[in-house]
Nanobody, 123 residues
């Protein structure tokens, strides 16, 4: 069972990136997939989540209107499109999977974690 996050990089403020979270060893179909991020010296914080069965989405207030989470069940992959990036979006981004199938902001709700991908927003 593995989650692989990718797509991070260096981008200027106002720019965009698309992160991917690919699952192997299990089907995402009945899971909830969440994205978290952790900036240096800060706690890991919840960013967004999607339920793989019906595609319901949720976002933290800090990214609402700028980030879009989506899914491709056939590819067993979840995406996080990040637009209008700000300096404060700089962090390592982690994807996570919950067998419970519902979205929660609590880290303990999630059973599997990817290795993280670095997003750096800098001019």
């Amino acid at each position: 069972v593995q989650l692989q996050a990718s797509g991070g990089g260096l981008v200027q403020p106002g720019g965009s990136l698309r992160l991917s979270c690919a699952a192997s060893g299990f089907s995402m179909d009945n899971y909830a997939i969440g994205w978290f991020r952790q900036a240096p010296g800060k706690e890991r914080e919840w960013v967004s989540c999607i339920t793989m069965d019906d595609g319901s989405t949720s976002y933290s207030d800090s990214v609402k209107g700028r980030f879009t989470i989506s899914r491709d069940n056939a590819k067993n992959t979840v995406f996080l499109r990040m637009n209008s990036l700000k300096l404060e979006d700089t962090a390592v981004y982690y994807c996570s999977g919950s067998r419970g199938g519902l979205c929660w902001q609590d880290r303990s709700w999630y059973d599997y974690w990817g290795q993280g991908t670095q997003v750096t927003v800098s001019s």
